[in-house]
């Protein structure tokens, strides 16, 4: 499979933000009577043009979610397909209970703990930037105030790095 499994979120995205580039053009140049029907221009407040920044930062962190759960279930599978040595042959007893658990136990583990898996395929400076992404997108998530805030990561940044590390992953197999 070599197509990018983060294209059809990125791909959405990028047609939301052309969507939000027309709105602010029309809210700009005063266009907005040939729209009077749009729900952004009923709303008040805020202003229109706040409701259009505010589904810009929107867009933004839900591209960052929709990617990050591609990319954990692809992690997710791939693991788990590198256990499948252990399914050979016909295991019994306690071959087969050891079996049964080491797969249920990856779809159930940490992502961070998956994560450092993969420090044998690629660069450890990299499963720290992907660290880094999903601490973003458990902020985004919870915002738990106790955690504070972590560095913010920009979709083109993410899109970038998910999908070079899902790449490098299926080459490297």
Same mark, same amino acid.
């Given at each position: 499979m070599s197509a990018n499994l983060l294209d059809p979120a990125w791909n959405a995205y990028l047609a939301i933000g052309d969507c939000i580039r027309i709105a602010r053009r029309t809210l700009r140049n005063g266009g907005i009577t040939t729209h009077s029907r749009l729900d952004v221009l009923l709303i008040s407040p805020p202003t229109p043009e706040e409701r259009v920044s505010d589904a810009a930062d929107k867009a933004n962190d839900y591209v960052i979610f929709a990617m990050w759960? *591609?990319? *954990?279930?692809?992690? &997710? *599978?791939? $693991?788990s397909s590198k256990t499948d040595c252990i399914k050979t042959g016909t295991p019994t007893g306690l071959t087969a209970d050891i079996r049964d658990h080491v797969y249920? #136990? &990856?779809e159930y583990s940490r992502i961070d703990e998956l994560l450092d898996i993969l420090k044998t395929l690629i660069d450890p400076d990299v499963v720290g930037q992907l660290k880094q992404i999903k601490q973003y997108r458990d902020w985004l998530a919870h915002k738990n105030p106790s955690k504070g805030t +972590? #560095?913010?990561?920009? +979709?083109?940044?993410?899109?970038?790095?998910? #999908?070079?590390? $899902?790449e490098q992953i299926r080459s490297a197999t």
């Open positions: 759960a *591609e990319f *954990e279930r692809f992690l &997710i *599978e791939f $693991i249920v #136990s &990856i +972590p #560095s913010k990561t920009d +979709p083109k940044t993410a899109y970038a790095l998910l #999908s070079a590390t $899902i």
